[in-house]
């Protein structure tokens, strides 16, 4: 069970210093890069990728939120993003472009919107090293959990188990000390989490909960036995 801190919701004038405080906890750095266009938000782009990997040991989890991902995806790659995911709504190319971010060194990642169904994505599964299932509209921070992509992240484990892949199924959106719980029994084992970490006075305690809160979950959930 991996926590993916989400500095969306940390301080933007202090994200060096955000990212310190759950240095010894997280396992990941989630970057949300959005471009105004595929959603409406404008966030980080390259060059605060760039900055971001020159202040932290972390590896930095980079959600691309973008149109034209087969264009714009590989420079996160090169420039050092561990993980990059880009959307399946956008790409126009995903397995070509997973495996330009492959051999660039990155997991690739494929992400899905909420009205978007992972079954026919099914295919691609080998060519990836992660598949996000969205558990919100992308583009803002703060929002409601939704509870109807419960089943979708079964089916998504169901996939990943039956086709026997290493792939990791990763939640983004809405995700606390409730709903971990509940995402983690699904089949999702890696939680990006925003405001239920930089939200409290505690940012790296609050990982070390969600982590405990998941990792509970996932002893007795259907997906691990």
Not at 69 to 84: F, I, L, M, N, T
Not at 179 to 184: H, L, P, V
Not at 185 to 201: L, T
């Amino acid at each position: 069970m991996q926590i993916a801190p989400s500095i969306l919701s940390a301080d933007f004038a202090r994200l060096a210093d955000e990212i310190g405080v759950i240095g010894d906890v997280a396992d990941w750095v989630h970057v949300d890069v959005m471009d105004n266009h595929f959603v409406p938000n404008l966030t980080f782009g390259l060059s605060m990728v760039q900055a971001l990997l020159k202040n932290t040991s972390l590896p930095l989890d980079c959600h691309l939120m973008i149109d034209e991902p087969d264009r714009h995806a590989p420079a996160y790659a090169e420039a050092g993003a561990r993980s990059v995911t880009f959307h399946a709504e956008a790409a126009q190319a995903p397995v070509r472009l997973a495996r330009a971010l492959r051999s660039a060194g990155a997991r690739a990642g494929l992400a899905i919107r909420p009205a978007t169904p992972i079954e026919p994505y099914a295919d691609l599964l080998p060519e990836i090293d992660t598949v996000l299932v969205m558990t919100v509209e992308p583009g803002f921070g703060g929002q409601s959990f939704l509870d109807i992509m419960l089943p979708k992240i079964r089916r998504a484990r169901q996939l990943v188990r039956d086709g026997e892949h290493a792939v990791w199924v990763q939640v983004d959106g809405g995700v606390d000390a409730n709903t971990i719980e509940r995402c983690a029994e699904a089949g999702a084992d890696v939680f990006v989490a925003g405001n239920s970490v930089y939200g409290c006075d505690d940012p790296a305690e609050a990982v070390v909960r969600l982590r405990e809160a998941a990792v509970k979950a996932g002893e007795s959930a259907w997906w691990t036995h």
